[in-house]
């Protein structure tokens, strides 16, 4: 939703303020829940507009968690149960090294 990101693409905690007002008007019915959760957690969330831009970027590039934990499900996608807990920390170690290379 490009208006969400808006709010947290803001330079600062108060153009995110304004940006959430405005999301909050025109999607506010739909999504009300969530916007909720925003204006709850403001205080908390509000701590990402003290960092530069440069590590605000970092922080809400996902695409490479999202990669990563996509290689994680292709190789327990095909095996649903593993004897232990540690079978299953070998298996996502090794499909971590295998993709860092």
């Not at 990402?48 to 490479?64: G, L, Q, V, W």
């Not at 290689?71 to 649903?80: A, D, M």
């Not at 004897?83 to 290379?101: F, I, T």
């Amino acid at each position: 939703m490009k208006q969400l990101k808006e709010v947290y693409k803001a330079p600062t905690e108060q153009a995110a303020l304004l940006s959430l007002d405005q999301l909050d008007d025109n999607w506010g019915k739909k999504y009300s829940l969530a916007i909720k959760s925003w204006r709850n957690n403001w205080d908390n969330l509000s701590t990402y507009f003290k960092y530069p831009d440069e590590i605000k970027t970092i922080i809400y590039t996902t695409n490479a968690v999202e990669a990563l934990h996509r290689q994680f499900r292709k190789v327990t996608k095909s095996k649903s149960l593993f004897p232990n807990d540690d079978a299953l920390k070998k298996m996502l170690y090794l499909a971590y090294r295998d993709n860092a290379y």
